[in-house]
């Protein structure tokens, strides 16, 4: 789709060593070509590819995100309990849309004015869905809570050296316990077996619907935070890993990334 006259909307993202580190940002990206944090970076990249919305990355270094927050004057919409205080978390994904001189911060907000600002394009909060994909998103988190720590460890190695160290000193603090101890061995087949129940949950989610992606032949949100997670256990774990993934679930997660793989622009 050809957005004649528009300005490219700045994206905002973590670069690493390998194509696009945070699912959360790559889910962005996808809904604008029509993702800290585990699939809204990656997310957002689906989301803007997806819309035809032109759009260029700045990619901001870890400890680099407060210091935009406040230059730019946002407001962090994350609290987390950090040695028993809540405390602002500073998060990507934010966009900056230049044809209305607006920052947007949170997943699904940008989701939302993405659709309400263009409305002309393909919509990734299809009529009268807000709500219920508001509902999976959240559901679908609390499904892969219990892989955090496995999550953190196995994606902090792919991150730059700058972030990689604010990225462990933060986490750290954030769970109270040394960095060598988020996934131990010992750890390790729980916390995979979680991501293998939660992973039956989802496919059983899909399974009800009977098409392709969650609300039939035509991918949305939710199907891009799903492929966002994927994406990012295919950059972030072991080969074997992602493997093993892939033939879960009659080979769904396999499809499911070629089938959105075309919305993921990471060349910008």
Known sequence: MSMPGLKPIIFYDIPSIVQTWSPNTVKTRQVTRLKSSFSSLTCHRYCLT???LPFQTVWLEYPEIK?????????????RIIKGTPTPVHT????????????????????????EQYPDTPQV???????????????LHDAIRGIVMLGSF????????????????????????????????EKREEQWNTLRAACNTIDGWYATGGGQ?????TPCFADFVVAGLCKWIQYCFENQEWEEVKSWNG??????????????DCSK
């Open 213 to 217: 992606f969650i609300m039939g032949d």
């Open 92 to 115: 990507l994904p934010v966009i900056m849309d230049p044809n209305t001189n607006r920052f947007i911060t949170d997943s699904f907000a940008i989701a939302q004015y993405l659709d």
């Open 50 to 52: 997806f819309k035809g």
């Open 251 to 264: 080979g769904r997660w396999k499809r499911l990334v070629e089938a959105t793989d075309r919305y993921l």
């Open 125 to 139: 909060l299809p009529h009268n869905t807000a709500a219920l994909v508001h509902a999976f998103h959240t559901a």
């Open 154 to 185: 196995r994606g902090a190695q792919k991150l730059n050296p700058k972030s990689k160290e604010y990225y462990i000193r933060t986490r750290e603090e954030r769970f109270g316990i040394p960095w060598e101890q988020f996934a131990t061995p």
């Open 67 to 79: 210091s935009f927050y406040e230059q730019h004057s946002l407001v962090p919409t994350t609290l």
